[in-house]
């Protein structure tokens, strides 16, 4: 079988636009030239499967920042049988026909800016990435940049808390106007300077609010008199990057170590659970599981303990896309 027809991207393009208004529509369209997920094949047990990867650690190089890291250090799919997922790693060429007029705005901490860094290696190439990296690791800094070629916008917006995520939403909802790809994340800023995880999941209900008021179907909605009761939300473009691994005795500081522990990521964790804004949980965010990539990849990936090797960051990049293909019901 050929690995993605033209009418494949043609089909993923459209629907890149259209789940925003929506969120069925993925799982509706299909074309001459793609090909179903075969009716045995759960969507719900691919994305349960989709961030199983292993990492081969030859000749590993510790630098995160290295644009070469790839070929240090390689990663894979493990085998998801006995269910057909099929997830592949997409090339330049095939992300950039998925991406093509597309806007795609990333925001959260320096997890969000490495994750923005490994989707631009991926649609630029080493070289043009050599150009703008500097302007793109300007410290707590925005960045954007218009890819020509595709024509896809792509935004980098600093916001290390969730109430910095809550007001960019809310600019959204009074523009009328949101990106088609949304990826954001928050946690290790409020878990090391205001350490409360009640409050952190306070803020997550809030901005679950919030979001939801993007999803145009009122019908998937139930008022039980506390609050919005998601139900079946199929939303694909929406994703939250989650936490990395914490690995306490490489943590540079005193007050990382003191504050950033074990007990209290799972706080947070719980309290990002039970705020009901991932799609595992009955919201409208699909988890980007840096925790589990991170974890895999192990201590040897990681300088710090909390900011890990490109290849973490490509892997993640990999389960968004693999994950917009398996919404829209399609074979790889």
């Not at 595992?280 to 710090?304: E, F, I, K, V, Y």
Request: one cysteine or more; charged letters at 20%.
């Amino acid at each position: 079988m050929l690995f993605f027809s033209c009418a494949l991207f043609i089909t993923l393009a459209v629907c890149v636009h259209l789940t925003r208004y929506f969120p069925l529509v993925s799982l509706m369209l299909s074309s001459p030239g793609s090909v179903p997920l075969s009716s045995s094949v759960n969507l719900d047990s691919c994305i349960s499967l989709i961030h199983q990867v292993e990492f081969d650690f030859q000749e590993l190089n510790n630098n995160i920042e290295n644009t070469s890291v790839g070929n240090t250090i390689s990663w894979k799919w493990i085998d998801s049988e006995p269910v057909q997922c099929d997830f592949q790693k997409l090339t330049k060429f095939d992300a950039s026909d998925l991406f093509n007029g597309s806007w795609v705005v990333v925001a959260g901490d320096s997890q969000a800016k490495l994750f923005v860094v490994s989707l631009l290696e991926l649609l630029l190439g080493e070289n043009e990435m050599g150009v703008i990296k500097g302007d793109l690791f300007k410290r707590h800094s925005d960045y954007k940049v218009f890819i020509d070629e595709i024509g896809m916008k792509l935004e980098f917006i600093w916001a290390p808390y969730v109430s910095n995520l809550t007001d960019l939403v809310v600019g959204f909802e009074e523009k009328i106007s949101y990106p088609d790809v949304f990826v954001i994340g928050a946690g290790l800023w409020d878990m090391l300077h205001v350490n409360n995880a009640t409050d952190f999941g306070v803020s997550l209900k809030l901005l679950r609010d919030l979001v939801v008021l993007l999803l145009p179907v009122p019908s998937d909605f139930a008022n039980d008199g506390a609050g919005m009761n998601l139900v079946s939300i199929r939303s694909p473009n929406f994703f939250w990057l989650g936490m990395p691994k914490l690995i306490n005795s490489m943590l540079k500081t005193d007050e990382k170590r003191e504050k950033m522990t074990d007990v209290m990521w799972q706080a947070y964790t719980d309290e990002l659970y039970s705020s009901k804004l991932l799609r595992q949980s009955g919201g409208p965010l699909l988890l980007l599981d840096t925790h589990a990539l991170s974890n895999s990849c192990g201590a040897r990936c990681t300088t710090d303990g909390m900011h890990y090797n490109g290849v973490v960051y490509e892997a993640a990049v990999h389960v968004m896309l693999n994950g917009l293909l398996i919404e829209s019901n399609q074979k790889l």
